[in-house]
C-alpha cells in the first residue's frame, strides 16, 4: 500500500504534465488496440519472456543474504508501478480508466498474485520455509495459467471493452 500511494503522489506531484501528454490511454491508441489481430504465437513468446524476466530475477536475488529485502523492495515498486498507472487512467479517462486497468488485469492477475504470494512468502521466511516440490508445481502451474489466461482471454475482454468506448 505504501508503494502504491507513492505512485499516487508521484504521478500526482511529479509527472502530471507527462502523464498528460502520454499516448497510452488516448482514444486512437486504444481505437487501434481494439482493431488489431493479435498474432496468438508471437504475443504468446512475448508474455513468457515479459513474465518470466521478474520471477528469473526474484529467483536470483532471493539467493543472497538480501532476499527480505528484495522481496519488500518488489512489492515496494509493484505497488508504486500499479499506483502510477491507475492515476494515469484516471487522468487521462476518469472512471473509465478504473475499469480499463482492472479489465487489463482481468482474469490473469488472480494467478499471477497467487503464483508471486508463493515465491515471495517462501523468500521473506526463508530458512523457517523449504523449498519443494509442492511448491514448484504450485507455483509453474499458476504462472502457466496466468499466461495462458492472458494470451487467450483478455485480449478478447479488452477488445469488448474498448468497442463499448
Known amino acids: 500500500m505504501l508503494g502504491f500511494f507513492i505512485g499516487i503522489l508521484y504521478a500526482n506531484i511529479v509527472s502530471k504534465d507527462y502523464i498528460t501528454s502520454m499516448g497510452i490511454f488516448n482514444d486512437f491508441f486504444l ?71 482492472l479489465l487489463a488485469m482481468t482474469p490473469q492477475f488472480a494467478f499471477y498474485i497467487a503464483g508471486y504470494v508463493v515465491l515471495l512468502w517462501y523468500l521473506f521466511s526463508y530458512p523457517e520455509s523449504k ?22 482471454v483478455n485480449p478478447v475482454l479488452m477488445k469488448m471493452f474498448l468497442k463499448t468506448l
Open 131 to 152: 523449498w519443494n516440490l509442492t511448491k514448484t508445481v504450485c507455483f509453474l502451474l499458476l504462472i502457466a495459467l496466468g499466461i495462458v489466461l492472458e494470451c487467450y
Open 31 to 101: 481505437n487501434e488496440y481494439a482493431q488489431t489481430d493479435i498474432g496468438m504465437a508471437e504475443y504468446a513468446w512475448y508474455i513468457i519472456r515479459i513474465r518470466m524476466m521478474p520471477v528469473i530475477l526474484l529467483f536470483a536475488l532471493g539467493c543472497t543474504r538480501f532476499r527480505k529485502g528484495i522481496v519488500v523492495a518488489f512489492l515496494l515498486w509493484t505497488g508504486f508501478s500499479c499506483g502510477m498507472i491507475m492515476t494515469s487512467a484516471i487522468m487521462k479517462m476518469g472512471i473509465k480508466g478504473i475499469v480499463l486497468c
